[in-house]
T-cell receptor, first 110, second 114 residues
């Protein structure tokens, strides 16, 4: 079973920041938090991952709470093309499995 | 540098036939992962392979399903005697090595069993 909990859906206005929350209260010390998204029925696209520190790349920022029990993916300026299902995944220690939950369906509207 | 290539994109098989799904990883990637996505569900891990080795097949159904990643050529996911419940999207991902890397996924093969 997925070790994460996400809201099933969210809306965001185009040009605004999209903040997608994720709870992972049972995360272990060496487990990373990964974010992927799936646009329509395409293959999942890697966005970002982190362990303890906040991370930023050209796509998004990842904010992880100090106790690591939750995190937030931030898309700073959402566009219509960011409409997708976003998956928050805790990578099981010492395995290569990604356990996908049901994700958050983000709808960006004009 | 082409991404992960999967073919065919769409595959239709009658019940009882065999389905072969192919995955060519990104150049330089020697680790391949197969996932299945049933309609309206999230992706489920099936199998993890390195060249000529199956590392983790804990997500593979016990019967009819097999996977290989030969020294030369693409990785193959083989489903024998397909049933309607095998209808799904099958995604392949690759990575350059074991560790904390983001995987690159292919566009998937959509299998329909009629």
């Amino acid at each position: 079973d997925a070790k994460t909990t996400q809201p099933p859906s969210m809306d965001c206005a185009e040009g605004r920041a999209a903040n997608l929350p994720c709870n992972h209260s049972t995360i272990s010390g060496n487990e990373y938090v990964y974010w992927y998204r799936q646009i329509h029925s395409q293959g999942p696209q890697y966005i970002i991952h982190g362990l303890k520190n906040n991370e930023t790349n050209e796509m998004a920022s990842l904010i992880i709470t100090e106790d690591r029990k939750s995190s937030t993916l931030i898309l700073p300026h959402a566009t219509l093309r960011d409409t997708a299902v976003y998956y928050c995944i805790v990578r099981v220690e010492n395995t290569d499995k990604l356990i996908f939950g049901t994700g958050t369906r983000l709808q960006v509207f004009p | 540098n082409a991404g992960v290539m999967q073919n065919p994109r769409h595959l239709v098989r009658r019940r009882g036939q065999e389905a072969r799904l192919r995955c060519s990883p990104m150049k330089g990637h020697s680790h391949v992962y197969w996932y299945r996505q049933l309609p309206e569900e999230g992706l489920k891990f099936m199998v993890y392979l390195q060249k000529e080795n199956i590392i983790d097949e804990s997500g593979m159904p016990k019967e009819r399903f097999s996977a290989e990643f030969p020294k030369e050529g693409p990785s193959i996911l083989r489903i024998q005697q397909v049933v309607r419940g095998d209808s799904a999207a099958y995604f392949c991902a690759s990575s350059p090595r074991w560790g904390n890397y983001g995987y690159t996924f292919g566009s998937g093969t959509r299998l329909t069993v009629v």
